[in-house]
């Protein structure tokens, strides 16, 4: 949602701080803002826009030489995304800044008692209520800024990371932080802290992983954690398995490209030392015992977005595997229906971020009723990991472009890990049959570089398709999640009107959209397994075609019977079908990219959106 950085050290504040600020601005660029203390003084500068707008201000306006700063990357929620509404906020006397990640749902109650009180609020925000209590709470600076942030915490509702500086404690930066994300890095003589430890990466690996309703004091010489009593808080410390290289486009115009490319080196990644010799699973990390995994007899899924799209994909393999009942939910509608969980109830939640507030919420009810939860997540560090009573990491690296892409992947590589074992604990498949599927795995990297290296194709044809004003994806069984991942690209992408849609649904109703020209972008499963629904699949593309649209045809290596039917068709290697959306997600990830390019849109950054969604 929001970026936030902390610095204490001898390095310049600014530079550290703005650095941080690039790093982090996938998760908001709304607006962006520093608070920096030089010479017992606090100065601000925050400016709407992209982050390079806050530069030129700087430029035009320098501030004083600092060694303590905060500053923040903004996605708006209370207020329009202004100069005035952009963070740091400061308290009447300007001397306490505050930043905020999340939403303090009570704002409007502390606003008008601050205002009885006689201060002045001058933005719509939610946040600058806090730099008056912190006011109140420091009263004029006999108070610590720590003591002060306790206090503060105490009269807080809703999701917050919150980190304040104050004049009148030049070598501290406090932060705070419930159910919203707030690392620790620990650097020598001198610390950081920040929503993700991207934005410290270039200068440590070393990083503190915060509990729940902590607050922390970092300083040049130290970091002290307590609860919101003040009572020692239980951290978390740890290494960063990736360096700064990982967190940069290495050449790339965007991060999305980068991890495009990434994603063959992704899946292996996410495939490593879970695999033995003789193919079987090995997942001893996970957590849950045998004895556990052999009581389920449910499983939901929960996810949001893309991750709701692999949850989707998981289903087909899960349910084939294990013959389990699996249900897929998307985790903002979950626990408003009041779902029927019990102790034999598996949750699996997926999470790229492992913050997204609507799963995390998800997940919280599911453990109040006492489901078991396994988090499939790729960020280490973050919230759902910790809440879950499992966890599985995709290693995919750091995923910065807001659209995901190897993300996806290996959540869909997650997920069929997780089938596989609970396949081969509960003894649903032979040996030999899962050790097949685990060497078709193996081999789906090398399938996926040959698909990278022939996209040109995609890449012309979106080009071509520029102008068009929607685009229609069908897809059968697995590749009903493709065409919705397809079409949901598209949109983030794009900013065009795109549906997914299953092949077989059309008739029913949405076979109305097709006309003249109208792109249909479909994924033809293999003719060879289940060739029922290939031929199903290539049914419904004569259908279409018939109509007047334009085919494009995602197709195996060999697959002539769908030639007559394309007008263009894109080559994947042969695999699986339930392996396929390995494959076939490719060329819709390109596809979507270089529409946004051709389009003139920012394929990194699209309007609206941020990469973390830490609210509801
Ligand atoms: O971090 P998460 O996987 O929980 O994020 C869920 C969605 O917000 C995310 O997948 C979103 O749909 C992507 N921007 C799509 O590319």
Known sequence: MCGIVGYVGDQSALGVVIEGLRRLEYRG????????????????????????????????????PATTGIGHTRWATHGAPNDRNAHPHVDCTGTVAVIHNGIIE?????????????????????????????????????????????????????????????????????GARRNSPLVVGRGQGENFLASD????????????????????????????????????GEVREYHVDWDLSAAEKGGYDFFMLKEIDEQPQAVADTMLGRLDDDNRLVLDEMRLSDDDLREIDKIIVIACGTSFHAGLVAKYAIEHWTRIPCEVELASEFRYRDPVLTRSTLIV???QSGETMD???????????????????????????????????????????????????????????????????????????????????????????????????????ARDLAGATSVLFLGRHVGYP?????????????????????????????????????P???????????????????????EVRARGARTIVIAEDGDTTVEPYADVVIRIPQSPTLLQPLLSTIPLQVFACEMAKARGHDVDQPRNLAKSVTVE
């Open 29 to 64: 660029y709304d607006s962006a803002g520093v608070a920096m203390l030089a010479d017992g003084k606090l100065a601000t500068a925050k400016k709407a826009g992209k982050l390079a707008n806050l530069e030129a201000l700087l430029e035009e306006s320098p501030m004083a």
């Open 106 to 174: 009570n704002f409007a109650h502390l606003r008008a008692e601050l205002e009885s009180r006689g201060h002045e609020l001058v933005s719509d925000t939610d946040t600058e209520a806090v730099a008056h209590l912190l006011e109140e709470a420091t009263r004029g600076g006999e108070v610590g800024l720590a003591d002060a942030m306790r206090a503060v915490c105490h009269r807080l509702e809703g999701a917050f990371t919150l980190v304040a500086t104050h004049a009148d404690f030049p070598d501290a930066v406090v």
């Open 197 to 232: 430890v991207a934005a410290f990466i270039a200068h440590t690996r070393d990083a503190v992983e915060l509990g729940q309703d902590q607050v922390v004091e970092v300083r040049r010489d130290g970091v002290t954690v307590t609860d919101f009593d003040g009572n020692p």
């Open 349 to 351: 939640a997926i999470s």
């Open 359 to 461: 799963t995390l919420m998800a997940l919280r009810h599911a453990r109040e009723q006492k489901a078991k939860v396994l988090a499939i997540c790729n960020t280490n560090g973050s919230t759902m990991p910790r809440e879950s009573d499992a966890v599985l990491y995709t290693h995919a690296g750091p995923e910065v472009a807001v659209a995901s892409t190897k993300g996806y992947l290996t959540q869909i590589v997650a997920c069929y890990l997780v089938g596989l074992y609970l396949a081969q604990v509960r003894g649903t498949k032979y040996g030999d049959e899962i050790a097949k599927v685990v060497a078709d795995l193996r081999a789906m990297p090398a399938k996926m570089q040959r698909v990278l290296d022939d996209l040109e194709p995609v890449r012309e044809l």
């Open 482 to 518: 493709t065409a919705l991942e397809g079409a949901l690209k598209l949109k983030e992408l794009a900013y065009m009107h795109a549906e997914g849609f299953a092949a077989g649904e059309l008739k029913h109703g949405p076979i109305a959209l097709i006309e003249e020209g109208v």
């Open 520 to 542: 249909v972008i479909t994924a033809v499963p293999s003719p060879r397994g289940r060739s029922i629904l290939h031929d199903k699949m290539v049914s419904n593309l004569q």
